[in-house]
């Protein structure tokens, strides 16, 4: 599909529905004009790429996607491969890759997928056509303030479902927590690796001197670099609660191992004198007292009331509860009977 917007220098606006009507546009040196392939085939993208005199370098990159956000200078344009996050779904980060050229005279715009950012810069110029009046340049400038102001609700939103899986973490450990805490690490750093290099071109096209950009537009420029920044200290940010998340969950997950080691301390700790007990008493020698019946019965009550009276000086020590020790037989027999 193409977008096609064109800027005649009499003012007046055009809207070509395909490349056979720029024929006069290209032959007026005051006309201004968008040109927009969406989802074309590699045929239509060599005739664009032909019309234009582009190099055969940018219509290799045109062609072969999954190019990184950078910036390269040719002798008659500026080539410049932008990414526009679009969501998040199913765990991955969904973006849109769009290959600009910036011409003396036009702006050319490549993408497989239709893009919420060109669609808006699309109608604003069909509303207000002074956006073409001020050069193809500041087009760009549109397009790409459109595109990065699209990043900070998805980082918001990123952000958001940080902090609740930090606090869902802290109330209960699950082993899902720690997949989720991986994939939002996988996020970030997929956030990371685009808004960086992204940053860069636009510190380029704001502090390099290229002719095609006017020096006014430069300045606008330095906004969305400025804002870029900001993303990246964003992301940053994430990262480190990332990894301060997956630090909590495994000191999380550590402490409630050693609760549980200490409990089946205590009671093997309880079991071994009883253990001392039974094996002492169950030695078959005559001389042993179990003749008669009242040192039997003093027996069974030592062996039944040392584990308890051990329990109660552990439960005092505070060795079974997360609270701190317990210094009252009052607060003793309380914590007891709530635990009945």
């Excluded at 410049?80 to 769009?98: F, G, K, P």
Aim: glycine residues 4%; proline residues 4%.
């Amino acid at each position: 599909m193409w977008h096609i917007v064109v800027r005649r220098g009499d003012g007046t606006l055009e809207t070509p529905g395909d490349l056979g009507g720029l024929r006069d546009a290209l032959q007026d040196p005051q006309a201004v004009l968008w040109v927009d392939a969406e989802g074309e085939s590699c045929e239509s993208i060599e005739a664009l790429a032909a019309r234009f005199e582009l190099h055969p370098v940018t219509l290799d990159d045109f062609i072969n996607r999954n190019q990184r956000p950078k910036v390269e200078e040719f002798d008659q344009y500026i080539f410049l491969v932008i990414h526009a996050l679009r969501a998040i779904q199913d765990d991955e980060l969904q973006t849109d890759e769009i290959h600009a050229v910036l011409k003396k005279n036009c702006l050319l715009t490549v993408h497989t997928q239709p893009s919420e950012a060109i669609r808006r810069v699309v109608e604003r110029c069909a509303t207000d056509p002074r956006l073409l009046q001020q050069g193809p340049s500041f087009l760009l400038y549109q397009l790409s303030d459109t595109i990065v102001d699209a990043y900070f609700p998805i980082l918001d939103g990123v952000g958001d479902e940080i902090d609740a899986l930090e606090d869902a973490v802290v109330e209960s450990p699950a082993r899902s927590r720690m997949r989720r805490i991986f994939e939002m690490k996988r996020v970030v750093v997929h956030l990371r690796r685009i808004v960086s290099p992204q940053r860069e071109v636009y510190n380029a096209l704001s502090r390099r001197d290229y002719p095609l950009i006017d020096a006014r537009t430069a300045v606008y420029f330095r906004d969305v670099h400025d804002h870029l920044v900001r993303a990246y200290e964003m992301i940053d940010s994430y990262r480190d609660l990332v990894a301060n998340t997956l630090d909590a969950y495994l000191a999380a997950t550590s402490n409630r191992l050693g609760q549980v080691m200490k409990q089946l301390t205590v009671i093997a700790t309880i079991f071994m004198p009883l253990s001392f007990l039974t094996g002492f008493f169950g030695m078959n020698f005559a001389t042993l007292p179990f003749d008669r019946i009242w040192l039997f019965v003093l027996a069974l009550c030592i062996m039944a009331g040392l584990p308890l009276l051990m329990l109660l000086y552990f439960v005092r020590r505070g060795w079974l509860t997360d609270d701190r020790r317990i210094t009252s037989w009052a607060r003793l027999w309380a914590w007891l009977f709530r635990h009945r």
